[in-house]
């Protein structure tokens, strides 16, 4: 059974897209830690655990987070974009890119903000537009 990021990444439920590629998906958090808080996946791999993808998806994986990196910093003010990788919640891996001020930030039991659709599609399209420069 696909998971539910196979599902977003197929078009199936609705996501906040960020960036993509024929392996690769990125799209917002939709419960983020801060604003422009976003998730990389592999659309072709399933398997929940980060150490278990074959090698060229896990180099691809990670190459193909640092290009969302770069492009989260270049739209979303922050001093840099921490990088966590937990995948206790949703049985696919996936890696956290999370715009920081400081190592706060990266508290994932902190409260969340709300965001509107429109901020959330604002984001996104601020994100995009860096990513595809």
């Known amino acids: 059974m696909a998971t539910i990021f196979t599902r977003i990444a197929a078009g199936e439920i609705p996501s906040y897209k960020v960036a993509e590629s024929e392996d690769f998906y ?34 691809g994986l990670w190459a193909f987070a640092r290009k969302v990196a770069i492009a989260i910093r270049a739209a979303v003010p922050c001093q840099r974009v921490g990088v966590a990788v937990l995948g206790m919640e949703v049985p696919h891996t996936h890696i956290h890119l999370i715009p920081m001020q400081s190592e706060a930030d990266m508290d994932f039991r902190k409260e969340r903000p709300k965001l509107s659709p429109e901020e959330f599609a604002s984001i996104a399209a601020a994100i995009r537009a860096e990513f595809n420069k």
């Open 26 to 59: 990125a799209f917002l958090d939709i419960n983020p830690l801060v604003k422009g808080h976003t998730l990389v996946i592999p659309r072709k791999v399933e398997d929940d655990y980060l150490f278990h993808l074959d090698e060229a998806t896990y180099e």
